[in-house]
């Protein structure tokens, strides 16, 4: 067989619904990061939030917090799993 025979399965694409969290790597990097406080909360990178709504480039998250929700740019996401 072939290597494509053994191809890894891509990931699902994030959607409304989806349960993610923060990619570190790629937000403390980011422009929003900048924008933000300087320590960012621990939660969001432990997760889960929820994607309520997908606009562009753009997710909006829900925690399961009593925080606000926020705008974050999808590519600083990743699926969450327990």
Known sequence: MTDSSFSVPKPKPLKKGSLV?????????????LASDALPPQYIFE????????????????WRRPV?????RIDQLKAWAE
């Open 21 to 33: 969290l923060v990619n570190r790597e790629a937000y403390e990097s980011s422009l929003e990061a």
């Open 47 to 62: 997760g889960p939030g929820e994607i309520l709504m997908v606009k562009g480039d753009y997710a909006q998250v829900r």
């Open 68 to 72: 606000p929700d926020v705008w974050l």
